[in-house]
């Protein structure tokens, strides 16, 4: 009987379409390959990490309210996906390389999470990377004592196993949403 | 005739309403403020600032404002809002004015993407489960301390 109940459950899911969280994307070419220094001190190319999902954010560690709450809920969402988790890589690229060194970097992507890399280019380069996925960032003055702060875009890119992208996180998507969706991805 | 007794009685009342309700201080509006819910998330002393978020409630008649704050764990104290443009596009700054209006009967909730004090140049770790002094100065109400809890989610 309860044999019989799971796998009415479990076909009833089967047969519901996934309906997506995150806003989809449909690229006809695969997302535009890029380079730059990890905080490991070796360069991470997207193009290394075809075959898993990466989840792709750019924010500056001296952002204290949005970065670390999107950085945390990332974490919570490969945690939820227990074993798959390792399916999924999440890179950070700073906005602001000035500030944000190899070392301060290591420390706060580390943070979160053992598995996340944060990423940092030169300003040219991560101008290009921004460019590249729509990417905002500037840079204003402020009265506050954190010097100036950056306006940035605040979303999570999802690039799936083949290297295309796939989905965006709007700022504030919970990690269980995230998790369904990545779920789904990883299992087509 | 009659409207002249009219306005002379309505002349007493008025001045009867009066003498009832001179102002004493007892009876001026005042804010009564009350603080709950205080946390920020942990995170590496490498990171310059940290977050806090609460709810100030207010139930008394009159409005008070947050003016400041501070804490001996963190060098500079800041009031903060955070802000979403149209495109996905977010950003802090320090709030417009330097303060923080509580209505009267009303609250005001400090909550992540939006209003938050920033305790910069952080001068201990925020572990898990570490408890911060931190020290509300309000216009009326005077200095409230609470103490603000470092987890990894809020309530
Ligand atoms: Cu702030």
């Known amino acids: ?188 | 005739m009659r409207l002249t007794v009219f306005c002379v009685l309505m002349g007493v009342l008025v001045l009867a309403a009066c003498a009832t309700a001179t102002p004493t201080p007892t009876l001026a509006p005042a804010p009564k403020i009350a603080v709950e819910g205080m946390w920020g998330r942990p995170s590496p002393k490498i990171a310059q600032a940290g977050a806090f978020y609460m709810v100030i409630r207010n139930t008394g008649a009159a409005a008070d404002k947050l003016t400041a704050a501070r804490s001996s764990a963190c060098t500079t104290v800041e009031l903060h809002e955070s802000y979403q443009m149209s495109n996905g596009t977010m950003g802090m700054r320090p709030v417009t004015g330097g303060t923080i209006e509580i209505p009267a009967n009303g609250q005001v909730e400090l909550k992540v993407g939006g209003l938050h004090i920033m305790c910069i140049d952080k001068k201990v770790e925020f572990n898990n489960g570490v408890k911060l002094p931190l020290t509300l100065v309000f216009a009326k109400s005077g200095e409230i301390n609470v103490q603000v809890e470092i987890r990894e989610q809020g309530m």
């Open chain 1, 1 to 188: 009987m309860i044999l019989l109940g799971a796998a009415v459950l479990l076909v009833g899911r089967w047969l519901t379409p996934h309906t997506f969280h995150g806003a989809i994307l449909q690229s006809p070419l695969p997302a535009q390959d890029f380079s730059l220094m990890s905080h490991v001190g070796q360069r991470v190319a997207l193009s290394d990490l075809r075959g898993k999902i990466v989840l792709l954010y750019f924010g500056y560690t001296i952002c204290p309210d949005v970065c670390p709450t999107t950085l945390a809920e990332l974490a919570q969402a490969r945690k939820l996906l227990g074993r798959d988790a390792d399916q999924v890589q999440v890179l950070m690229i700073t906005v602001d390389p000035e500030r944000d060194t190899i070392p301060v970097l290591a420390d706060y992507v580390v943070h979160f999470s053992s598995t996340f890399l944060g990423l940092r280019g030169t300003p040219d380069e991560t101008a290009q990377v921004a460019t590249y996925y729509g990417i905002y960032y500037e840079k204003h003055d402020s009265d506050s004592a954190l010097g100036y702060l950056v306006d940035h875009t605040a979303t999570v890119m999802v690039i799936d196993r083949n290297g295309y992208l796939r989905l965006v996180f709007p700022f504030g998507t919970p990690a269980e949403d995230m998790a369904s969706d990545l779920q789904y991805l990883l299992r087509k």
